[in-house]
């Protein structure tokens, strides 16, 4: 069922909202000729007219009661704000440069995850259409863009949307993101777009007032859950599902990021994602190129991801947050919250091998049992990273980890991402070293919405008193001090961990047995726990590689027995010309010997 002020041409609009517990609604046109128009019920609680006389730009808003005036909940698009009346645009007037484009197989990504208000000076659509060759020489092929969906205020993570249907209007509204989308396309970057269906924001967010979009039964950590699986929740799912197609069918988007699927709570017979997956592919059959699915959870639970006709919800990726936590912990030695559960070198060579480090094992943070197997899931159903926006947004200060370890670490953090044989995904600016902080920024107009949130910050790091007070989140400066510095990336160290980046990705690229893998059979990692290392090897037919990682802050021996053959190296990250210590390793490998790494350092090989 489609929802929204969808026109028809010729100054012909059809209006249809999902409203079941009213009695009486109507669309109230406010510009450019003020009028009531009354609207007709159906049995499932959609009332709908199709009205002339409405040309493009007309302002509306609903008439709930006769002093009740509410926005679209299923509004295109709201140019003055999420309080104010929605507007009547058209798609079809924009005309698509990408006949041509078809999509990227989702094991082929390389992803690059960016926020558009802080990515650039400009902070817009247009904004980022420079900056994508940029992105093309460092080896990415796919760009993932924080969620767009109109927010109150003019800058935000987009988590706080309530308007998920309308383009928000700081970036460029609808007009910008279609030449973003374009331009993605001309140059070969497939985009992914994070949509978030578990919640919607606290400031301007007037569903409620239209159905019941939210459930009682169950709560998530940002408010009322939406109600999947409740009385009317055929309504509230018909909307999500329909948003999701709107973004692939209007804007050409190629995948959709779900956000915290874990706080997605449905509990009837057929979930919510299963059914979404199934629309999805149903679109990618009639438009004969794929879209995809990828879901961020913390469930650890290969449901999310394994077909349908094995008792799973289809969804095609999800996000390992294990590759993140077990990185991190090695990387940053830090243990506190969900990081106690890890810091272990047996830890991250399982989820080389397995995708996760927790498959139905006891967690001491969680203090239950936690995970599912992997074995019949393709390392290119995980998306991994070092960073990414929450990783780094939610700790009080905002720091990247180019505050947290050393340069050589933050080389062996790009090799322990871009080696794996998972999607790799990097956060924007990661692969120079920014030094900017990404912090969290609001700019809600509701003051006590605002202090609520300050107050809630403080108290969320009231154990961190002694690094003083967590940033205002509603001053632009905290906004401003999140923005990239691009001169960076021409600089010194940073400039030599931009080539660091492109080397590997290129080896990525070239390299068979460094491709996403298929195939789970193909991959060993073992670790020796004392001395922090760890060795990986790959294979596809016969391509092979053998990397050696040391996490060990300081330099270490190790007598390594490497496959049978002769191995190449390909890159050593203690090379001098990577800025490191010199490396002592042989050129070739071919029979045990002792080998010594300097610290926080690893190198690759390749069978000759």
């Excluded at 669309?27 to 009028?35: F, H």
């Excluded at 041509?100 to 902070?123: K, M, R, S």
């Excluded at 301007?204 to 408010?223: E, H, L």
């Excluded at 699927?261 to 438009?287: M, N, P």
């Amino acid at each position: 069922m489609r929802i929204g002020a969808n026109y028809l041409g010729d100054n012909r609009c059809e209006f249809t909202v999902w409203s079941p517990i009213r009695e009486n609604v109507a669309v109230q046109i406010e510009a450019p000729k003020p009028r009531l128009l009354p609207l007709q019920k159906d049995e499932r609680g959609y009332w709908r007219a199709t009205a002339t006389d409405i040309p493009l730009g007309t302002r509306y808003r609903y008439q709930l009661a006769e002093d009740t005036l509410r926005p679209d909940p299923a509004s295109y698009c709201q140019p003055n704000g999420v309080h104010q009346a929605s507007q009547v645009v058209e798609f079809d007037s924009y005309t698509w440069q990408d006949a041509n484009w078809q999509n990227l197989p989702l094991e082929d990504y390389i992803a690059y995850e960016l926020h558009v208000g802080t990515f650039t000076p400009e902070g817009t659509f247009e904004g980022i259409i420079p900056y994508l060759s940029h992105l093309k020489d460092l080896g990415i092929n796919a760009i993932e863009l924080m969620p767009i969906a109109q927010f109150p205020g003019d800058r935000n993570w987009g988590y706080d949307g309530v308007y998920p249907f309308a383009v928000q209007q700081s970036y460029g509204g609808i007009e910008g993101l279609q030449h973003l989308v374009d331009a993605c396309h001309d140059q070969g970057f497939a985009v992914i777009l994070d949509v978030v269906y578990n919640h919607f924001g606290p400031e301007g967010n007037y569903t409620a007032n239209f159905g019941p979009y939210f459930t009682a039964n169950y709560r998530t950590p940002w408010g009322s859950a939406i109600n999947f699986d409740d009385a009317y929740s055929d309504g509230v799912r018909n909307f999500c599902i329909e948003n999701a197609l709107f973004w692939l069918r209007e804007f050409h988007i190629d995948a959709l990021r779900l956000d915290a699927v874990h706080a997605i709570y449905d509990f009837g017979a057929e979930h919510f994602l299963k059914e979404l997956a199934e629309r999805v592919e149903t679109l990618s059959q009639q438009q004969n190129r794929p879209y995809y699915l990828i879901a961020e959870s913390d469930l650890n639970d290969t449901r999310i991801i394994r077909p349908q006709k094995l008792g799973g919800y289809g969804i095609d990726a999800q996000w390992s947050d294990d590759f993140h936590h077990s990185l991190h912990t090695l990387l940053t030695g830090e243990s506190s919250g969900y990081y106690e559960d890890f810091g272990r070198c047996e830890q991250f060579a399982k989820v080389l091998k397995e995708g996760y480090a927790y498959t139905w094992d006891y967690s001491p943070h969680r203090q239950r049992y936690h995970g599912s197997q992997t074995s019949d899931r393709a390392p290119s159903q995980f998306v991994v990273c070092s960073q990414n926006h929450d990783q780094i947004g939610n700790r009080m200060l905002g720091e990247r980890l180019s505050h947290l370890v050393s340069f050589e670490a933050l080389k062996l953090a790009a090799g322990a991402v871009l080696l794996s044989p998972y999607i790799p995904m990097l956060f924007m600016g990661e692969e120079y070293g920014e030094t900017a902080p990404f912090l969290y920024f609001i700019s809600h107009g509701d003051p006590n919405l605002v202090a609520a949130v300050r107050e809630g910050r403080k108290q969320e790091f009231a154990a961190f008193h002694l690094e003083g007070e967590p940033p205002d989140a509603q001053s632009e400066e905290t906004f401003l001090k999140s923005k990239l510095n691009w001169k960076l990336r021409a600089e010194g160290q940073h400039q030599v961990l931009l080539n660091f980046y492109k080397m590997l990705i290129q080896l990525r690229h070239q390299i068979p047995a460094l491709k996403t893998g298929k195939n789970r059979e193909n991959i060993e990692a073992t670790s020796w726990e004392n001395e922090s290392f760890i060795t990986l090897r790959r294979w596809h037919q016969d391509s092979q590689i053998f990397c050696i990682m040391n996490f060990a802050k300081q330099a270490a021996s190790l007598k390594i027995a490497p496959p049978p053959g002769n191995w190449q190296k390909q890159l050593d990250s203690a090379d001098s010309q990577w800025l490191g210590a010199g490396s002592s390793l042989p050129n070739t490998l071919s029979s045990e010997q002792n080998l010594t790494f300097p610290a926080e350092s690893f190198a690759l090989y390749q069978m000759s």
